[in-house]
Each structure stands twice: as structure tokens, then as C-alpha cells.
């Protein structure tokens, strides 16, 4: 899972990019859902929000490194497709 760092500026363009509604207005700043992020796998080849994010501050989550293959199980499990 990818995480919001606290350079965010709430510029809100990327919750709506999010194919799996990680992305939500936190107490302060956005925050992803790391039960809920695939880093776009299953949906999209690079993760959408760190495309559109102006400060550049989602960075990889360090206590929430995942596998190609269990981000496709999270996938599968959040969308139920195969
Ligand atoms: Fe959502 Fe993809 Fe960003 Fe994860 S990497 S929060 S799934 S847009
Ligand atoms: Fe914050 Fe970046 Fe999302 Fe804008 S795109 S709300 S700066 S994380």
C-alpha cells in the first residue's frame, strides 16, 4: 500500500482517482486506507494517485510492503473479479 506523507496540501485531486476508494479527508490531511490500496494493481499499470498529486508525497507505505501478487489478492478480494 502506498501512504500520504504530511507535505499533502488537500488539494483533493486524488480521492477521486482512487479505483478502490482508499483515499479519504483524514483529521488534518488525506489518508489511504492500507487494507484498501492495491497500488492500482488489478486496475491500472501505475498507481493513479501519485500520477495526479502536485507535491509528489505518496510514497510507499514502509510497514505495508506487499507483493504483486498480494496486492492481486487484495484485488480480487475488494472487487470480487478474478
Ligand atoms: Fe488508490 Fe491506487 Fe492510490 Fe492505492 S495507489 S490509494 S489504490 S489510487
Ligand atoms: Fe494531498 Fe497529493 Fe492528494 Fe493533493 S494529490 S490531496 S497533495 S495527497
Redesign the pocket.
Known sequence: ALM?TDE???????EPECPNDAITMGLT??EIDPNKCTECVGHYDVPQ?RQ????D??PLHPEHVETHDQLMTKYRALTGKE
Open positions: 500520504i499533502c496540501i488537500n488539494c483533493d485531486v486524488c490531511i488525506y494517485c495526479v498529486c502536485p507535491v508525497c505518496i
